[in-house]
């Protein structure tokens, strides 16, 4: 039965709204398909910047790192000379 479905749908004249119908849903579908990869491409000026800024996030998180580290050692040096200077319970 679907084969002699497919059989009439090639006999439809090219005037027929049905075909008519179809080819502009097709061209709906493809020029849908076409923007949604088209907006998710990125340039490669845009990505070269989006590469710099992770690079100068990196190097800021890095000096960050390294401040909060010295920070900690202080921190403990402190406590660990406060703990020495309290006088001991006999």
Not at 52 to 66: I, N, P, W
């Amino acid at each position: 039965m679907s084969v002699s479905l497919l059989l009439n749908a090639l006999d439809w004249p090219l005037d027929d709204w049905r075909v008519a119908l179809a080819a502009a849903v097709l061209v709906a579908i493809l020029i849908l398909f076409i923007a949604a990869f088209k907006r998710n491409t990125v340039s490669r000026a845009e990505f070269a910047r989006l590469q710099a800024e992770v690079k100068q996030l990196s190097e800021d998180v890095k000096g960050l790192l390294a401040g909060e580290q010295r920070r900690f050692l202080k921190e403990i040096r402190v406590s660990k000379k406060g703990d020495d200077q309290t006088p001991k319970a006999a």
